[in-house]
């Protein structure tokens, strides 16, 4: 049976609680004689960006970067929208095996946790690239961005953006702000049907079960290694049995999801889509928090180009923009003295924040959240 999913607009008006994302000047060039050559290599290359697709303020965003790549650059930039970057990592494994090492459809890559870990894993990255990019000596090393979800990036993606889980709440109606699994089980139980959460596998979704499992771990260790089955089972079990208790509380009493929490709390308030009341709130004990990345697949047809989109989505301009809650709201991954002051973008961190765990352990969660609870 198929069941008519409501609008974000009409779920936000039903539920003062859902689980959302908070995320997430050219450095001189003139001396470097290797990126002057990338970017005379890159002129009048068309540069296909597959990236999810799903938020109408980042597609607007890209549209925006694509009009002074081709303006500054001489670059076509082009998004290639899918619903799940796995599917590109697909695309390229099946290049791979059918010996398509150059010409392919890809360029550029928008990737972060488990997509990286295959796409590196299997080889389909390109040579490591970043330390071309002169706008890389702009971002602040104190960020995440040394790994992706614990595997090391060695140069094979340029970092974008910063994100950080947060509940989004309707403070007019959500007195006790709940900061914790014990305090969000309770609060939900008490209103039913007023709290729910994207469907995993959809990020924000997987993302949630993340953070409920570190809140329920009391030695986090075991997560930031590779996932053995005695392991999951044994660690898992308090997850599961909280999510037992929340989801006949849930809107729909847990039997119907919403497949998206694409926008954050503070640009969705200026955009009119949620009320002013409605703010970003944090666990206590941290805020999921990771980096996303943009990579350059093995057989890139515009490798020459794709550095010259990453490079100026590193530029201050591209960040400081894309840290305004009215074109995006994720914050950037530079250091503050190199932005422009006008700007005053959203610091990188607003919450405490915890570290994504191994890739493996989400795999394993979206396929055991599936079992028991996606039918």
């Known amino acids: 049976m198929r069941h008519s999913l409501p609008s974000f607009k009409q779920l936000l008006r039903a539920l003062p609680l859902l689980a959302g994302s908070l995320l997430f000047t050219q450095a001189y060039a003139g001396d470097n004689p290797q990126w002057q050559q990338t970017l005379e290599k890159a002129k009048g290359q068309t540069v296909y960006f597959n990236a999810w697709g799903g938020s109408p303020e980042i597609n ?5 970067a694509g009009q002074e790549l081709a303006r500054e650059y001489q670059v076509k930039l082009v998004q290639v929208k899918v619903d799940d970057i796995a599917q590109s990592v697909s695309q390229l494994l099946a290049n791979k095996q059918a010996g398509k ?11 972060n946790g488990e ?3 295959a796409l590196k894993e299997q080889g ?7 330390r071309e990019l002169p706008n890389m000596a702009l971002v602040d090393g104190a960020l995440p961005v040394s790994e992706d979800f614990t595997v090391p990036v060695e140069g094979l993606e340029a970092p974008w953006g910063i994100g950080q889980l ?3 709440v309707n403070g007019e109606e959500v007195k006790q702000l709940p900061t914790s699994a014990a305090a969000l089980l309770a609060w939900t139980k008490a209103h039913p049907g007023r709290f729910t959460y994207p469907k995993p596998p959809q990020f924000h979704g ?3 079960l993340k953070q409920i499992l570190l809140e329920l771990t009391p ?4 997560l930031y290694r590779e996932a053995t089955d005695a392991e999951f089972i044994r660690i898992t079990a308090p997850l599961w049995a909280w999510l037992d208790e929340l989801h006949p509380a849930l809107w729909r ?16 308030v200026q955009n009119g889509t949620l009320p002013p009341s409605v703010m970003a709130v944090a666990m206590a004990k941290g805020a999921l928090t990771n980096s996303h990345f943009l990579a350059i697949p093995f057989n890139a047809n515009a490798r020459a180009g794709a550095k010259v989109v990453a490079n100026f989505l590193l530029s201050p301009a591209a960040q400081a923009r894309k840290a305004e809650p009215a074109f995006w709201g994720d914050p950037s991954v530079l250091r503050a003295d190199t932005l422009p002051a006008s700007q005053q973008p959203v610091p990188a961190l607003r919450f405490k924040a915890v570290a994504e765990p191994h890739p493996s352990w989400q795999l394993r969660l979206e396929a055991a959240w599936a079992e028991r609870y996606g039918h």
Not at 124 to 130: H, I, K, M, S, V
């Open 60 to 64: 607007a965003y890209l549209v925006w």
């Open 206 to 208: 997987s993302s949630f």
């Open 219 to 222: 030695d986090p260790a075991p």
């Open 101 to 111: 090492h150059s010409g392919g459809p890809i360029d550029l890559l928008w990737v």
């Open 115 to 117: 997509n990286f870990k």
């Open 166 to 168: 947060n509940l989004m």
């Open 124 to 130: 389909l990255l390109g040579a490591p690239f970043t």
């Open 253 to 268: 009493k847990g039997k119907l999801f919403p497949t998206s929490a694409a926008e954050t709390a503070q640009s969705a």
